[in-house]
T-cell receptor, first 113, second 109 residues
Framework: AAGVIQSPRHLIKEKRETATLKCYPIPRHDTVYWYQQGPGQDPQFLISFYEKMQSDKGSIPDRFSAQQFSDYHSELNMSSLELGDSALYFC????????????FGPGTRLTVL | RKEVEQDPGPFNVPEGATVAFNCTYSNSASQSFFWYRQDCRKEPKLLMSVYSSGNEDGRFTAQLNRASQYISLLIRDSKLSDSATYLCVVGSNDYKLSFGAGTTVTVRA
């Protein structure tokens, strides 16, 4: 079965640079969620989109923005990167019929040097 | 205080043993409950949803006690491949998930 696709899988950036993470949800899933997982921590909710509109916002820094496109893929844009942004970034998606159940992508490991 | 609290373990058990652990959640308005497993440096994978009536999936049994706001997971006949971190996850009515810090289980031969 098709799963959530994330790209790139690994990303290395310098401080103050920008990064764009991409997420392709499972086909026919209309909701996308972004999570950040720091070393030794549990995933923290950042932001979510339903039908291309932002549906909820968590602990997302103002330096980050995200959107969902007409094909339901989503991009997380991160600017003025800081060392503390180094983490695993997961995207998850859910379907209209089981909106409460999220399936996670493999994640993007971002390292900020 | 975290919204979802878990015993971090680790639980070190021999193959074939039964291991059980719980988590508690603070938001009484929580609507959905799950156990995910996460292997080192990989994504959380849905293990099972948890219902008030309790549910079983093979060797795994989950229970939800809404009155006491705790969720349990029991693994019977442990396999080496069950070694992982088990995340207790609670969903709000807007489907935002809150994660526990995870319980580490190590099954030894």
């Amino acid at each position: 079965a098709a799963g959530v696709i994330q790209s790139p899988r690994h990303l290395i950036k310098e401080k103050r640079e920008t990064a764009t993470l991409k997420c392709y949800p499972i086909p026919r899933h209309d909701t996308v969620y972004w999570y950040q997982q720091g070393p030794g921590q549990d995933p923290q909710f950042l932001i979510s989109f339903y039908e291309k509109m932002q549906s909820d916002k968590g602990s997302i820094p103002d330096r980050f923005s995200a959107q969902q496109f007409s094909d339901y893929h989503s991009e997380l844009n991160m600017s003025s990167l800081e060392l503390g942004d180094s983490a695993l970034y997961f995207c998850a998606s859910s379907s209209p019929s089981r909106a409460d159940t999220q399936y996670f992508g493999p994640g993007t490991r971002l390292t900020v040097l | 205080r975290k919204e979802v609290e878990q015993d971090p373990g680790p639980f070190n058990v021999p193959e074939g043993a039964t291991v059980a652990f719980n988590c508690t959640y603070s938001n009484s308005a929580s609507q959905s409950f799950f156990w995910y497993r996460q292997d080192c440096r990989k994504e959380p994978k849905l293990l099972m949803s948890v219902y008030s009536s309790g549910n079983e999936d093979g060797r795994f049994t989950a229970q939800l006690n809404r009155a006491s706001q705790y969720i349990s997971l029991l693994i019977r006949d442990s396999k080496l491949s069950d070694s992982a971190t088990y995340l207790c996850v609670v969903g709000s009515n807007d489907y935002k998930l809150s994660f526990g810090a995870g319980t580490t289980v190590t099954v030894r031969a």
